[in-house]
């Protein structure tokens, strides 16, 4: 009735696992795009997202979305990302009372866990921001570089050698594409499952060189698969390679990890309300 003002809507498990759902069907239903799926592109746009952290001046991270804004979206690191912004607008259009920022993770979170990875626990609290949190340039990693780049870049966001080393394993995921970056391919043969496949074969494969014309990269011997050279750096640093030893051996430590540090990423910055995290069902 008029005078009365309408009561807030507060959104409750039940309400979010409504839409891990819904990216979940949609992950299914548009099954043509790239390897067959939507997944990696999504688990890209969570991290890129989040990546932008700063533990020192507490700005960037997933509380923002600002990547919605140039100059953010038009980064050289984000190129492509569009993609998975675009798949997921009519989510937005259907449950508009999710801020982009908890959807883009939350689309992280449903990405990972249907293409078979470990249980990611999910908290919203993320609220959307204007143009003027956009970070600047330069704050996601640069391929081309080596260990001293990943160290500083991934230290800045507050993480670890193990850290690192367990994040990059989501490069069993997806691949390159030289429209976006420049480079080309995939780094393992089944880029739309979550397996630590990426360690056994930064491990057993020979790596060398591409000859060609774009940005260097590795090719294996069957030139089906490829390594940029941060990726490289996981093998040739003493240190990151213990890590890269042990997730090889060991799948079930990798998902542990990965897990962890995942929910570490996604969680960077953010004003948490609620101490609690969800996990949402996996959609068969
Ligand atoms: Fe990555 N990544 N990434 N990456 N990444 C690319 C694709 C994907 C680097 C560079 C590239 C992480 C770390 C690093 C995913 C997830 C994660 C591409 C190719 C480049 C280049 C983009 C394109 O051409 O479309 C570098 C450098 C690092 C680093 O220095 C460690 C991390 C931490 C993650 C994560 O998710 C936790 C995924 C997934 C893809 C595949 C995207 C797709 O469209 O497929």
Redesign the pocket.
């Known amino acids: 009735a008029a005078g009365i003002p309408a009561k807030e809507f507060v959104p409750t498990q039940e309400d979010y696992a409504k839409i891990y759902n819904e990216i979940a069907k949609r992950l299914v239903e548009f099954d043509e795009y790239?390897?067959g799926s939507y997944?990696?592109?999504?688990?890209?746009l969570?991290?890129?997202a989040s990546?932008t952290y700063d533990v020192e001046t507490k700005t960037g991270g997933s509380n923002g979305a600002t990547m919605r804004f140039q100059p953010e979206s038009d980064h050289g690191?984000n190129?492509?990302?569009k993609?998975?912004r675009d798949f997921l607008e009519p989510v937005k259009e259907k449950f508009p009372w999710i801020s982009y920022s908890d959807l883009w993770i939350l689309s992280?979170v449903c990405?990972?866990q249907q293409m078979g990875g470990p249980v990611i626990p999910f908290r919203p609290g993320r609220s959307d921001r204007d143009i003027s949190a956009c970070t600047p340039d330069g704050r996601?990693?640069?391929?081309?570089?080596e260990h001293k780049?990943?160290r500083a870049?991934?230290g800045r966001m507050g993480f670890n050698d193990q850290e690192?080393v367990a994040?990059?394993?989501?490069?069993a995921?997806?691949?390159?594409?030289?429209?976006?970056?420049?480079?080309?391919g995939?780094w393992t043969f089944s880029?739309t499952m979550l397996t630590n496949d990426y360690y056994k074969l930064l491990l057993n494969e020979k790596w060398s060189w591409k000859k060609w014309n774009g940005p260097a990269q590795y090719e294996d011997k069957t030139k089906a698969l490829m390594m940029?050279?941060?990726?490289m750096?996981l093998v040739k640093d003493r240190e990151f390679k213990k890590w890269v030893d042990k997730y090889a051996k060991d799948q079930d430590a990798f998902f542990k990890d990965?897990s962890d540090?995942?929910v570490k990423?996604f969680e960077l910055g953010v004003p948490f309300k609620q101490e609690e995290r969800w996990v949402f069902k996996v959609v068969e």
């Open positions: 790239d390897d997944g990696p592109v999504l688990v890209r969570a991290w890129h990546g690191a190129a492509g990302l993609a998975a992280g990405a990972l996601l990693p640069d391929a081309t570089k780049h990943l870049i991934f690192i994040l990059s394993g989501a490069h995921l997806g691949r390159c594409h030289t429209d976006r970056s420049g480079f080309d995939p880029p940029l050279p941060t990726d750096a990965f540090v995942v990423l």
